[in-house]
């Protein structure tokens, strides 16, 4: 399995939180969480190789750092850029197996989260959906084989992507835990984190 971490140029990362924290701070909130975000699939027992998609040098920085491989993006938008790097991946790992989309804003993701979505396609091919806390958006995405669906990051991307699935003859596959199923990014999502009885 290769994990791939997608992260905005800091400029425009978390723009929903502008009123809540300046851009120093939303810099500082992406730090922290790619840094765990990365320290997760480190600690998981089946993701081979990470690697981070940023257009930006100063993450790209942090990511070598933490011990990820850094793939650049030209393309606007999540999905465009996704699709993009998915391909130069597949073009230099033609045997790559699985593949899991997490992106970097997740609040407390954990190792035991991607041990577990790897084990619901332990027999065969399969797509594995990581809904967040309000079962709309995708917070982890497991790909097997790594083009079994497109991306569809966005409102309402769980359904979509479970969506994109049936429709290829996949029944897609639901996980949910409460330590994969935050992501920072609106105000509301900010309280809980700073709330999180969590020590990092």
Not at 35 to 58: F, G, K, M, N
Not at 157 to 182: E, N, T
């Amino acid at each position: 399995m290769l994990a791939l971490v997608p992260v905005k140029a800091l400029p425009l990362a978390k723009s929903r939180l502008a009123g809540r924290l300046d851009p120093g701070e939303r810099a500082g909130l992406m730090h922290d969480t790619l840094r765990r975000t990365l320290e997760a699939l480190r600690q998981s027992s089946v993701v081979e190789r990470i690697v981070v998609a940023t257009r930006d040098p100063e993450v790209a920085s942090w990511a070598r750092d933490w011990g990820a491989e850094v793939v650049g993006e030209t393309c606007d938008g999540l999905n465009e850029s996704l699709a993009e790097v998915r391909e130069k991946i597949l073009q230099r790992n033609p045997g790559l197996e699985s593949l899991l989309v997490l992106p970097a804003d997740l609040a407390w993701p954990a190792a035991e989260d991607v041990a577990a979505m790897a084990a619901l396609l332990e027999d065969g091919p399969g797509v594995v959906v990581a809904p967040d806390r309000h079962d709309e958006g995708t917070n982890a995405l497991l790909l097997k084989p790594p083009g079994a669906i497109d991306f569809r990051f966005g409102p309402g991307s769980a359904q979509a992507h479970a969506a994109q699935a049936i429709s290829k003859g996949i029944v897609p596959k639901w996980y949910r835990s409460s330590s994969i199923s935050l992501d920072v990014d609106r105000p509301d999502d900010l309280n809980l984190y700073d709330a999180a009885p969590y020590v990092w």
